[in-house]
């Protein structure tokens, strides 16, 4: 009896080992954690590397939040409410033509940046999620200095319904 129990459960050894080694949760809200990433490293007169949640969305704009809030955020926005394909586009001052990008950086509340010339360059552009790279330089938002600051990293921002 002892020999019998002791095969069984060794043949189920395997089998275990397989489940636990391929078998993913079918928990749906796993999936719901994921807000997409991203990493920036700023250089010139500020320095600093930051990293968050990356969510995109379309309203009256295209806009990648890269981070939320006003502290350690980039949102970078899309001239027309169309989700862009890829390709590389221009980062102005303005972004008011349909293929621009506008981008502003919020290191803190108080030291704000505005994206004047770069490029952001969309790697994969989906219905689900957006990915790329940043590459621009931004001037302060205050106009008694005039510090300059150099943004570079990538993103990978899941679409959301805003």
């Known amino acids: 009896m002892h020999q019998v129990r002791t095969r069984k459960l060794l043949a189920l050894i395997p089998a275990l080992l397989l489940c636990v080694a391929g078998c993913s949760s079918s928990d749906p809200s796993d999936e719901m954690d994921d807000f997409g990433s991203f990493s920036v490293t700023l ?16 309203s009256s704009v295209f806009t990648i939040a890269l981070g939320n809030g006003t502290t350690q955020a980039i949102p970078l926005r899309f001239g027309s409410a ?37 490029t952001v360059e969309i790697m994969s552009s989906s219905e689900t999620e957006i990915s790329g790279n940043v590459n621009f330089t931004a001037e302060a938002r205050n106009p008694r200095t005039t510090a300059t600051i150099n943004v570079v990293g990538s993103f990978r921002s899941v679409m959301t319904s805003n």
């Open 43 to 58: 250089s010139g007169s500020a320095s600093a590397s930051f990293s968050g949640d990356a969510t995109a969305y379309a």
């Open 82 to 118: 169309s989700r862009p394909a890829i390709g590389s586009y221009d980062v102005v001052d303005d972004g008011s033509g349909a293929t621009e990008w506008s981008a502003a950086v919020y290191i803190t509340p108080t030291e704000q940046f505005e994206g004047i010339t770069g």
